[in-house]
Each structure stands twice: as structure tokens, then as C-alpha cells.
């Protein structure tokens, strides 16, 4: 840094005006650090009595103030501005739960309906709602450890048993309030879902009122086992799951 030009002389400045010589500090000073033109109002506001007389040491002490509010604004500003845009969050979509009505397991309805209680289940909303039961991601097919015909043999009062080739594809068992007293098991067959209903024969007999729509583009199969009645609801032309059941 180049030093301030003073008089050539020290002894001159014995002879100079203090103003003149405190001019030429400030020149100097001026030369080496640029003042913002504000700042003459500012120091001539807090010399005393408002004298002529310069104070440059006030002068560069302001510039020096300046300076560094103005340096932290603009650090400030580097700051509050990213030097690249943030990556956009892509919110994905959560995975759809299972309806509430697969949580049911059959038979909801425990016995035969009351007295003078008839049931009409409709087989087609019927059919819909075990098909999204299938599709769900919660459900799972019943192994030969869950001993699915155990469970209808002592639900129904019937002994019935199940071919092996039944384990690992039928799912369920669940329970629908579209037909509280059956139970319900489903499996995928050649891309489609299949619905086995099974109930006891008189409660079908005395209760039941099965209504399938000619338009809805679905089958309906039996077969009675003793005194279990057996419904298989398909898109197919002929039944896929009875045949599992003896």
C-alpha cells in the first residue's frame, strides 16, 4: 500500500494551517480509500459547532463503517440466494390399503338369521368386493398349516376335506355382510378371481335368496357336501374351485 503524500518538509508543517494541513491528510486518504458521498453530510453533521474544520480520521472511520455494513449486506445476499435450485421432492403416491370389509372372516353371522330373516345376497357385489380382497396386497393364500377344512368341517357341523393341490391358492377365508352366515374363499385362475361361498344347506334352504344378474357377465356353479352347500361365482364357463372340495 503506497503511504499517504505528506509535506516533503516536517518542518514545514509547523508553518502550515492545522485546516491546511489536515486538508492534505484527508486528500491522501481520500486517494486511498474512496468515500461514498454521504458520508461528507455525515461527518459534517457531527463536527462540533459546525466548523470548517475537517476531522479525517472520522472521515475514514465512516468509510470504514460503510464498508463493512456494505461487505455483510452483500455476504448476506450470497447467502440467501442458492447457488443451484433445490431438487424437487416427488411425493409418491401411498399404496392403496385393502378395503375394510376383507378384514372380516367368515361367517360374520354365527347360526342360522333369526326367525323369518331372509337373506338375498347379491352375487355380483358380492363377487366385486372378494375380487379386490384378492387383488389386495394384505391378502395372503392359505398354506396346508392353516388347515382351511378343519375350520369349515367345525364351523358348519360337516366333515369336508380338501384336495392337496388346494394349498398355497386359495385365500381367505373371509366374511361378507352381503352374506353373513357363509364363509368365503377366493383364488386367481387363468387371470380371473373365482368366489367359493360356502353355508349350511338349511340355512339356504329356509334363508337364502340368491340374486345374480343375467347382464353381469358372471356363472354361478354349486355342489352340496352332506349338509354344506357350496357356491362357486365365476367369470368362467365352468367352475374351478369346487373341485377342490370333498
Do not use: K
Not at 475537517?54 to 447467502?79: D, K, M, N
Not at 342360522?112 to 387383488?135: F, I, K, N, V, W
Not at 393341490?165 to 352366515?181: N, V
Not at 353381469?216 to 367369470?235: C, K, M, R, Y
Amino acid at each position: 500500500m503506497n503511504e499517504p503524500e505528506l509535506p516533503n518538509h516536517p518542518h514545514d508543517a509547523d508553518a502550515l494551517d492545522r485546516d491546511a494541513l489536515d486538508s492534505a491528510i484527508e486528500q491522501a486518504l481520500r486517494r486511498q480509500f474512496p468515500v461514498p458521498p454521504s458520508v461528507d453530510t455525515l461527518a459534517a453533521r457531527l463536527r462540533p459547532g459546525g466548523g470548517a474544520r475537517r476531522a479525517p480520521w472520522l472521515v475514514l472511520a465512516t468509510a470504514a463503517a460503510v464498508a463493512g455494513v456494505v461487505g455483510a449486506a452483500a455476504w448476506l445476499r450470497s447467502e440467501a440466494t442458492p447457488s443451484a435450485p433445490a431438487p424437487e421432492v416427488v411425493e409418491q403416491a401411498p399404496s392403496e390399503a385393502a378395503p375394510s370389509f376383507c378384514r372380516l372372516v367368515g361367517p360374520v353371522l354365527e347360526g342360522l338369521p333369526g326367525l323369518g330373516a331372509l337373506q338375498s345376497p347379491d352375487l355380483a357385489r358380492l363377487y366385486r368386493d372378494m375380487d379386490a380382497c384378492q387383488e389386495s396386497s394384505e391378502s395372503t393364500a392359505c398354506g396346508a398349516d392353516d388347515d382351511l377344512a378343519q375350520r369349515l368341517s367345525t364351523t358348519y357341523g360337516q366333515s369336508l376335506a380338501l384336495r392337496p393341490e388346494a394349498a398355497g391358492r386359495l385365500h381367505g377365508p373371509f366374511g361378507s355382510e352381503e352374506w353373513p352366515t357363509a364363509t368365503i374363499v377366493t383364488a386367481r385362475t387363468d387371470g380371473e378371481t373365482a368366489v367359493l361361498v360356502a353355508d349350511r344347506g338349511t340355512t339356504l334352504e329356509c334363508c337364502v335368496r340368491m340374486r345374480l344378474a343375467e347382464d353381469s357377465g358372471l356363472q354361478l356353479f354349486t355342489l352340496e357336501v352332506g349338509d354344506l352347500f357350496l357356491a362357486e361365482i365365476s367369470p368362467h364357463s365352468e367352475p374351478r374351485l369346487l373341485a377342490y372340495f370333498e
